[in-house]
């Protein structure tokens, strides 16, 4: 096991370096991990910390990206802002992925009311907006960061039940698996040794990409008012408390807009390269 895993984790990552976009978006999101882990290295201030005298003031030598209307370093919350949305989207969606692939694997091996019970679940919540669900959650268990969390994995968990599901239909009448049944291995045995290891590569493809949104849906709820609270730094809520100086200091939004912009941006090129590099359909061109 341990063997093909890793000639599976060495033929993705060769495949990926011969992906200009996944290339790309890797390197982006090195750059932001990194800015996320160096924080207290990279911002020259507290993020919280106000200098009276110093309001809305343009990018200069002391503040490189300026100041909001509370004489806050918009440098300094920007970085520290990347340690809140990557580390939100990081535990949702391994909350997701975990809920999702559990149930997916269900409905895809039992079939029958299972099955139609989890489908008709996931259709009922994929129909409704993202950010509404996501809405409609927060308001029933109210405001917090481990609300937030537990919002935004149960937005994304339809789509892994999905994912899941569909691969496990497409190879659950494989020979192998026949095999294995004949051979009297249990349910169990079959969807952890057989089923499990031939989902790994559409997994870290579904990841990337709901990761993506995942910061998105995180910056859209607090930028709503719902997401992360003040005086914690967060690109969705500096993008809110900029709105009102849009015309007088834009700078207080166009920074962690672009950071929105950049990070999602980075995590789509990657799973892009991700799914190139993995799906052998798409390497035959």
Known sequence: MDKHRNEF??????????SKKGVLGASLLLLFIAVAIFAPLIS??????????DLLLP??????????QFGRDVFSRTVWGSRISLFIGLVSI????????GAGLAAGYYGGKIDEFFMRTVDVLLSLPVVFLALVIMAAVGV???NLILAIAVV??????RMVRGVVLSIREKEFV???????ASNRAIMVREILPNLLAPLIVQVSICFSYAVLTEASLSFLGVGVQPPTAAWGYMLEEGMGYLERAPWINVFP????LLTVLGFNLFGDGLRDALDPRLRLD
């Open 144 to 146: 917090g960061l481990g």
């Open 257 to 260: 807009g672009v950071a929105i």
């Open 156 to 161: 994304f968990t339809p789509q892994f039940i």
């Open 44 to 53: 020259p201030y507290d993020p919280t910390e106000m200098h009276s005298r």
């Open 178 to 184: 026949e095999a294995a049944v004949a051979a009297g």
């Open 59 to 68: 990018p200069d030598r002391k503040y490189i990206f300026g100041t909001d």
């Open 9 to 18: 984790l060495l033929f993705a990552l060769i495949g990926l370096l011969k």
């Open 94 to 101: 391994v909350i997701a992925m975990s809920m999702g692939l």
